[in-house]
């Protein structure tokens, strides 16, 4: 959010700063709707890779296992990328990351498409879902663009595309639809969603518990019946 409120006090080189925390493109001379764009996009990646997913490992394996996930997603993070001095001791990182989140970003993105039907008129949940059929396989990626293109659809912006890395023009990929230019509120929209898919995937656990534990005790109670009627 340190982001948004450079960018509604009309500090852009605090936005620029803030945002250049938090993605690897080249930030110096991004204007006010690139420094937008950057903290949404980067958001809707976050929401699989620093909510859900740690949830889900978390879950599986207790804080041992969601540690050794956050590790794969750093080591991703500080040397997945392509690049002279990263191409070959980089890519390890990087594919296991996508492995360890194939299920994960798609779980990720159904929630947040869910989350829109609790947003209100802000978000769409109709055009979440088409702009994901789509263009959610529009990254290097298999997994970055799943949840980027829910947010894409959901808030009617056109996200992604070429990007300076270090000096350099890359051509990405577009990711939605041209719909309206993106607003600071944008980025409060997008923490929305990512903050309630997470409250959402935490319910679902929670009622995942209760059914089994119900269960156990219901089986238990049966094999007790079952047991004194034999006596």
Same mark, same amino acid.
């Given at each position: ?120 008129? #802000? ?21 970055? #663009? ?28 577009? &990711? ?21 898919? #997470? ?18 005790? &219901? ?13």
């Amino acid at each position: 959010m340190k982001v948004y409120r450079a960018l509604e006090k009309g500090s852009l080189d605090d936005a620029r700063h803030a945002v250049s925390m938090i993605v690897g493109r080249d930030t110096e001379k991004l204007t006010d709707e690139g420094v937008t764009k950057a903290a949404i996009e980067t958001v809707a990646e976050s929401t699989n890779d620093g909510v859900i997913a740690p949830m889900i490992y978390c879950a599986l394996g207790g804080p041992a296992l969601g540690f050794f996930y956050k590790c794969i997603n750093t080591m991703d993070s500080m040397i997945g990328y392509k690049n002279d001095r990263y191409i070959d001791f980089g890519r390890t990182a990087a594919k296991t990351d996508d492995f360890v989140n194939f299920i994960p970003s798609r779980l990720a993105a159904l929630l947040m498409m869910a989350t829109c039907l609790f947003g209100g008129k #802000a978000f769409s949940f109709k055009n979440a879902l088409r702009i994901f059929r789509r263009d959610r396989f529009n990254h290097q990626s298999p997994n970055s #663009a799943q949840t980027e293109s829910v947010v894409a659809g959901a808030l009617g912006l056109k996200l992604a595309g070429p990007l300076y890395y270090e000096g350099k023009l890359e051509e990405k990929p577009f &990711i939605g639809d041209f719909v309206r230019a993106p607003e600071h509120k944008d980025i409060k929209r997008s923490v929305f969603l990512m903050y309630t898919a #997470a409250v959402l995937f935490e319910i679902i656990c929670i009622g995942i518990m209760l059914f089994f534990h119900n269960s156990g005790i &219901i089986l238990k109670l049966l094999y007790l019946q079952n047991f004194f009627d034999r006596q």
